[in-house]
């Protein structure tokens, strides 16, 4: 029995001979189930080949079709996928949960004046000899991986190497700025590399989409889809590329067993994404971009209501289709739980060691809560008391923010805070005293940051004249 969406079933073949399927009633947001006959001469252990001639549908939820005129050339049509969570089974007959994992290869056939990439290694092209106005782009992934991990994007793609094991992929009229957007890649490779241990995918490419594409990131292996909304000009979102490649490790090589389980994935690889940022720019970057993110969780829990089921960390997604939860609670809360079983256990280092760990014990595998909660137990054996002072029944099954608040080194935020509150409480005598210096020694991340109090905090908002000449002191000084 295999999961489809969407798809026309025409032949199933196994070993050789045609068997009878059955394509069973739609159910809701799971598709149809397809249902195929083994035969009866079978014998236990016998290697089995199914081949499965189908078609997908325009309509595929895992399928985006763009026109010429939406894409950056406005002369080729584009396509990419997106199969998580569960829309794998919209583009190929599978057994669409991360419980599974496969290995697969792919031959793939396009116009010629087109390329195509999937999340594999490229493994050559030739000429399609059945017509040679297409040819034929081979691709393989040797590690096993779960199939909302498949990807496949056909457009007008030009590459620029950015690093020993990096190319970066897009249309040629954002290429060159991705190349110098995301040439801090190989560095934050080897950075992830010494927190969680080798990279097994080979390549690790970078595809920057069309506007359209509905994510920050994707983490498909061996080519991390990214939104081109990244392409800042000063590589200022560079987080968002540390939180793909640490996916490498916690999400890609140790997976969620179900998407009740998806902090898994997630506040782990932010955990590895917030590691990564500290290395290249301080550990007081670490803990405002940790702090940010308690601030989103915040958010997200006000807009679902801190009672919702949504908002617990261990979901039940019996009968609920995973799309329809998905928010920054796995992402923050879960992040949350290990920043403060860091502090718990003995600081960064220690908890490091057992995230590099935990990697080790677990890849190529599938695990839940459990597992993970019993391997924490089992590594810091030494410490079981302080661990029985967790309540771990509040951080996963109670809704609402968590049991306990993390601490964080303050340093970056009050600088944010003491600017707001100077812009807040300003009077009219008072706009003189604001200069370029003000901003000068804040990053980027600090002036959003800046920006985002001063919308919160604000009883009413600033007064068009107010704004007006504050922008005009700040463009005389070099500043907009």
């Known amino acids: 029995i295999l999961d489809t969406k969407d798809l026309k079933i025409e032949q199933v073949v196994i070993n050789g001979q045609e068997v009878q399927f059955c394509l069973g009633e739609r159910q809701s947001f799971r598709g149809s189930p397809l249902e195929i006959t083994l035969p009866v ?34 002369k080729h049509p584009y396509l990419f996928s997106q199969c998580q969570a569960i829309h794998c089974r919209a583009i190929l007959p599978c057994q669409d949960t991360p419980s599974v994992k496969l290995t697969y290869s792919a031959e793939v056939s396009i116009p010629n004046d087109l390329v195509a990439l999937m999340s594999a290694v490229r493994d050559g092209e030739a000429p399609d000899p059945a017509d040679s106005s297409r040819k034929i782009y081979k691709f393989v992934q040797k590690v096993p991986i779960p199939c909302y991990l498949i990807a496949l994007v056909v457009g007008a793609l030009e590459s620029r190497k950015i690093g020993p094991r990096t190319l970066v992929w897009s249309e040629k009229e954002q290429v ?26 080979g390549q690790y490419d970078l595809l920057v989409l069309p506007p359209s594409f509905p994510y920050g990131g994707m983490e498909n292996p061996c080519l991390t889809f990214v939104t081109p909304t990244l392409l800042a000009g000063d ?46 720019f301080g550990e007081k ?14 958010n997200s829990i006000k807009t679902f209501g801190d009672t919702h089921a949504f908002t617990k960390l261990v979901v039940s997604l019996k009968d609920v289709d995973p799309d329809e939860v998905y928010s920054s609670v796995p992402y923050e809360k879960g992040f949350a739980l290990l920043f403060y079983l860091e502090q718990l256990l003995g600081g960064p280092e220690v908890f490091l060691a057992f995230l590099k760990a935990y990697v080790k014990e677990f890849s190529y595998k599938s695990i839940t809560t459990d597992d993970w909660k019993a391997f924490l137990y089992s590594h810091f054996k030494d410490k079981t008391d302080t661990l029985n002072q967790v309540d771990w029944n509040a951080w996963f099954f109670s809704p609402g923010l968590p049991p306990v608040k993390p601490k964080y080194d ?55 004249v107010q704004v007006g000449r504050r922008h005009t002191l700040g463009s005389r000084n070099g500043h907009r």
């Not at 700025?177 to 990279?199: H, N, Q, W």
């Not at 890609?252 to 067993?257: C, E, M, W």
């Not at 604001?434 to 000068?440: E, P, R």
Request: glycine content about 6%; proline content about 3%; hydrophobic content about 40%.
């Open 176 to 201: 060159e700025k991705s190349a110098l957007e995301f040439s801090e890649t190989e560095r934050m490779l080897k950075i992830a590399e010494d927190l969680g241990g080798p990279y097994v995918w």
């Open 41 to 74: 001469a079978l014998s236990k252990k016998q290697e089995v080949v199914v081949e499965i001639s189908y078609e997908t549908s325009p309509q595929s939820s895992a399928l985006q079709w763009l026109t010429p005129e939406q894409t950056s050339g406005k």
């Open 285 to 298: 970057f670490r803990h405002f971009h940790a702090l940010g993110g308690w601030g989103e969780l915040q």
């Open 410 to 464: 303050m340093t970056l935020t009050e600088a944010c805070v003491d600017l707001s509150q100077r812009w807040i409480k300003a009077k009219e005598d008072d706009l003189g005293t604001f200069c370029s210096a003000d901003l000068k020694d804040m990053s980027s991340h600090q002036l959003i940051e800046f920006l985002a109090l001063m919308l919160v905090a604000m009883a009413a908002p600033l007064h068009p």
């Open 235 to 280: 590589k200022s979102l560079s987080n968002v590329i540390a939180h793909e490649i640490s996916h490498s490790w916690t999400g890609n090589l140790v997976t969620n067993k179900t998407w009740d389980h998806f902090w898994l994935n997630e506040g782990h690889t932010v955990y590895l994404e917030r590691h990564i940022c500290g290395r290249l």
